[in-house]
Nanobody, 125 residues
Framework: VQLQASGGGLVQAGGSLRLSCAAS????????MGWFRQAPGKEREFVAA????????DYADSVKGRFTISRDNAKNTVSLQMNSLKPEDTAVYYC???????????????????WGKGTLVTVSS
């Protein structure tokens, strides 16, 4: 599986951005997907995950109510709508795939198997 994230950029605090991740492979619809981020000088952290069907989602407490993860299995894409952005949301955002129907929060990085290159989101104050 190859993953390509896009949509990052510079935005003012309070603004919005929509990240997209395009996935290759015919089995995309069987995979759980996730978004993670890594801020400068910090470790990578979980942001959001979505099950194979889109019926189950999970969010980090820091983004609940502001970010929404979704997927389109017909187009092999997963998106992250980010609203009410804060300077602390500044990071490189990565999309990831798990070869299971659901992400597993008990595992490191929610058990993700594949990672794409990141896209930089910068939120100015």
């Amino acid at each position: 599986v190859q993953l390509q994230a896009s949509g990052g950029g510079l935005v003012q605090a309070g603004g919005s951005l929509r990240l997209s991740c395009a996935a290759s492979g015919r089995t995309f619809s069987r995979y759980a997907m996730g978004w993670f981020r890594q801020a400068p000088g910090k470790e990578r952290e979980f942001v959001a995950a979505i099950s194979w069907s889109g019926g189950s989602t999970d969010y980090a407490d820091s983004v609940k109510g502001r970010f929404t993860i979704s997927r389109d299995n017909a187009k092999n894409t997963v998106s992250l709508q980010m609203n009410s952005l804060k300077p602390e949301d500044t990071a490189v955002y990565y999309c990831a795939a798990r070869m299971e129907m659901y992400a597993d929060p008990t595992l490191k990085d929610y058990g993700m198997h594949y990672w794409g290159k990141g896209t930089l989101v910068t939120v100015s104050s």
